[in-house]
């Protein structure tokens, strides 16, 4: 088995290649993770809650708006050169924001700015990211690569939070935005040292609009018997599943007297839960029925999540966190793999925009439908019905055929 420049495959998780993209990605998350805490705390030390939420909100929009765009910006331009061009701009920033803060208070705009430019930036920016993967590792690599990447999201999550409190301590926060140029900086070299294989359709000249490019992937989409509907999929699991994580957990957790801490174990489990799957599928590379076991997983996560507002203690609700947390770690990476797999690499940034707009532009819509509907009908009817939509997304990819039979690539011997 060779790779596509003609070198001998090597599995990935001893790929140069893929440990300098995983390298460039934990640090980039690390930076991300340190500039939200860094903005969220000088928009909460520097006006009223409601102006702080709003600053917080205003990334969401350009996200939203054109994250489509974005994918055909990926596909146009290649997936490392919007990935290098993102993390150099959000290094700039970052940058130039912490010098402000060094030398006058901007004030809310300032950051409101800053945050436009952010979303802006992870419109194209998350899209690159879904594509790059197969320009670097061979296909039945790439559930390994799932497996890695989640791994170092949850590292990024899990230490860059402390990271960037340590900084605001230290320095201010100048020097956490500081500190988050550097992580985003340190992306850049390893990014640039990658070698990317040619597209199956490299030397096919793109003619058209930006519209017309969209039109092309929206319809490629659409005529694919797998990845259509695993679009279906991964949007009804964002629905059900991000309002009760976001907001339900939050009320719950009031309501039996756990305090914040409470918050704090249970999404440790959940975590814990999610980094689980994470490994198993970087150890184990590839998980056999692939369809069927991700469509089974969809369905006993939707019982956990139903279970987890039925719960007064918070060990077993930590315990029932996990379990979600490892159930849907592995049903979201094992869809991103099949993705990854089964989709022409032309339309990979396209095809992934569309995935990633579900989850970070139209489920996030479900935040103020959960709280109101929490303050009308109480935790435990809602959770039932945010478990019910899971459960039917897993029940969807169970009885579509094409997803049920889906596999992954094995895994050379």
């Known amino acids: 088995m060779t790779t596509l420049t003609g070198t001998p ?4 998780h001893r790929s140069p290649q893929v440990l300098r993209w995983l390298g460039a990605y934990t640090a980039s998350t690390l930076g991300d993770s340190v500039y939200h805490l860094a903005l969220s705390w000088t928009a909460v030390t520097s006006g009223t809650p409601a102006q702080a939420g709003l600053v917080m909100a205003v990334a969401a929009v350009p996200r939203a708006l054109l994250m489509l765009f974005g994918g055909v910006i990926a596909d146009r ?8 061009a993102s993390d150099a701009v959000r290094c700039l920033v970052t940058f130039g924001l912490a010098a402000v803060l060094l030398l006058a208070s901007p004030g809310l705009w ?10 802006t930036v992870d419109a194209v920016f998350l899209p690159a990211v879904g594509a790059l993967p197969p320009r670097i590792a061979e296909r039945d690599q790439l559930a390994r690569v799932q497996g890695m990447r989640g791994l170092a999201h949850r590292m990024g999550s899990v230490l860059g939070a402390p990271l960037g409190g340590l900084a605001i301590a230290v320095g201010g926060t100048a020097t956490a935005f500081g500190a988050a140029g550097v992580l985003f900086a340190l992306s850049l070299p390893l990014l640039a040292a990658l070698r990317l294989g040619p597209l199956p359709r490299e030397d096919e000249k793109r003619g058209g609009t930006a519209l017309r490019d969209l039109a092309d992937g929206l319809r490629y989409l659409r005529g694919h018997r797998v990845l259509g509907p695993l679009m279906i999929v991964v949007l009804l699991s964002d629905l059900g599943f991000t309002g009760p994580l976001n907001v339900g957990l939050a009320v719950l957790s009031e309501q039996r007297g756990w305090g914040a801490s409470g918050i704090g174990w249970v999404l440790a489990g959940f975590g814990v839960g999610a ?20 469509g089974w ?22 315990l029932v966190a996990l379990s979600i947390g490892l159930l849907a770690g ?23 925009a569309v995935a990633g707009l579900g989850s970070l532009g139209i489920a996030p819509l479900s935040y103020p439908l959960t709280g109101t509907a929490i303050g009308l009908w109480g935790t435990g009817p809602v959770f039932v019905v945010s478990a019910a939509v899971c459960a039917l997304s897993g029940v969807y990819a169970l009885a579509v055929r094409a997803v049920r039979r889906a596999e992954l690539p094995a895994n050379p011997s």
């Not at 300032?110 to 979303?119: D, I, N, Q, S, T």
């Not at 997983?297 to 609700?317: C, E, H, K, N, R």
């Open 110 to 119: 300032a950051l409101a700015a800053v945050a436009l430019v952010f979303g």
């Open 275 to 294: 980094g689980g799957a994470s490994l198993l599928l970087t150890v184990k590379g590839r998980i056999s029925r692939t369809g069927v076991v991700m």
């Open 77 to 84: 331009l290649g997936p490392r050169r919007v990935v290098i």
């Open 297 to 318: 997983t969809m369905v006993l996560g939707a019982v956990s999540i139903g279970a987890l507002a039925f719960l007064p203690q918070l060990a077993p609700a930590v």
């Open 9 to 12: 495959a090597r599995p990935a």
């Open 330 to 352: 592995l049903s979201g990476a094992l869809c991103n793999a099949l993705i990854q797999t089964e989709c022409d690499p032309a339309y990979l940034g396209r095809v992934s």
